[in-house]
């Protein structure tokens, strides 16, 4: 599953503000010996979840969008902690139709994930249940592309340094700009991919 950073969030979903955020109660049982004991979720251990469930509902294409700091290979870093804004987003395609899910109730990136994990699970327990299905449950998530990546816009790979993103930027901006045959949405788009490349790699 692809990573983004810095977070992505889709168009038109309300966002929890932060004062209203709270601490989840999800968790995991480890072995301590002989005894088991209760500890809580890690990221990793919430997108292991998380990909379980999009496995068993057939989508492809993921991609999770968070602002947890990633290496260059996009795994997390493993000394990060939560960031500012604990907020997820998921994007995938389910029989054709781009999806996306999102969540930001819990002041911890990892329990935002297990919650998109969890909905996942109750939904596809409509199947089970034979009331509905899971295309019909999916119906209101659809027709919300996953966002468009800084480095798909500046045509530069993701690991692309400050340099590379300002020389791309100029370069593109020769044509964007609205003096030169292009737009002002042309332009702020250019500007905004520039900025998030730039932040990424601060």
Same mark, same amino acid.
């Given at each position: 599953m692809e990573k983004p950073h810095p977070l992505s969030w889709p168009a038109g979903w309300p966002r929890? =503000?932060?004062?209203?955020?709270?601490r989840a109660q999800f968790s995991k049982k480890v072995?301590?010996?002989k005894w088991m004991v209760t500890k809580e979720l890690t990221v990793r251990d919430a997108e292991k979840r998380l990909q379980g469930e999009l496995d068993r509902l057939g989508a492809v294409d993921e991609l999770l969008s968070s602002n947890m700091p990633r290496n260059l290979d996009g795994s997390i870093k493993s000394s990060a902690s939560d960031p500012e804004d604990s907020g997820v987003a998921v994007y995938?395609?389910?029989? $054709? &139709?781009?999806t996306s899910l999102a969540c930001d109730k819990w002041d911890r990136v990892a329990d935002n994930i297990c919650a998109l994990?969890?909905?996942?699970?109750?939904?596809?327990?409509?199947?089970?249940? $034979?009331?509905?299905? /899971?295309? &019909?449950?999916?119906?209101?998530? %659809?027709?919300?592309?996953? =966002?468009? %990546?800084?480095?798909? /816009?500046?045509g530069v790979p993701s690991s692309a340094s400050i340099d590379q993103i300002n020389a791309a930027w100029r370069e593109l901006a020769k044509s964007a700009h609205s003096d030169?045959?292009?737009?002002?949405?042309a332009m702020a788009r250019l500007n905004a991919a520039r900025d998030q490349g730039r932040k990424a790699n601060a």
């Open positions: 929890t =503000p932060v004062h209203e955020r709270k072995r301590d010996g995938f395609n389910l029989d $054709g &139709q781009p994990a969890k909905h996942i699970e109750a939904l596809r327990g409509m199947d089970r249940w $034979g009331v509905g299905s /899971v295309k &019909q449950a999916f119906a209101g998530y %659809q027709a919300l592309p996953a =966002p468009e %990546q800084w480095f798909e /816009v500046l030169h045959g292009g737009s002002d949405d």
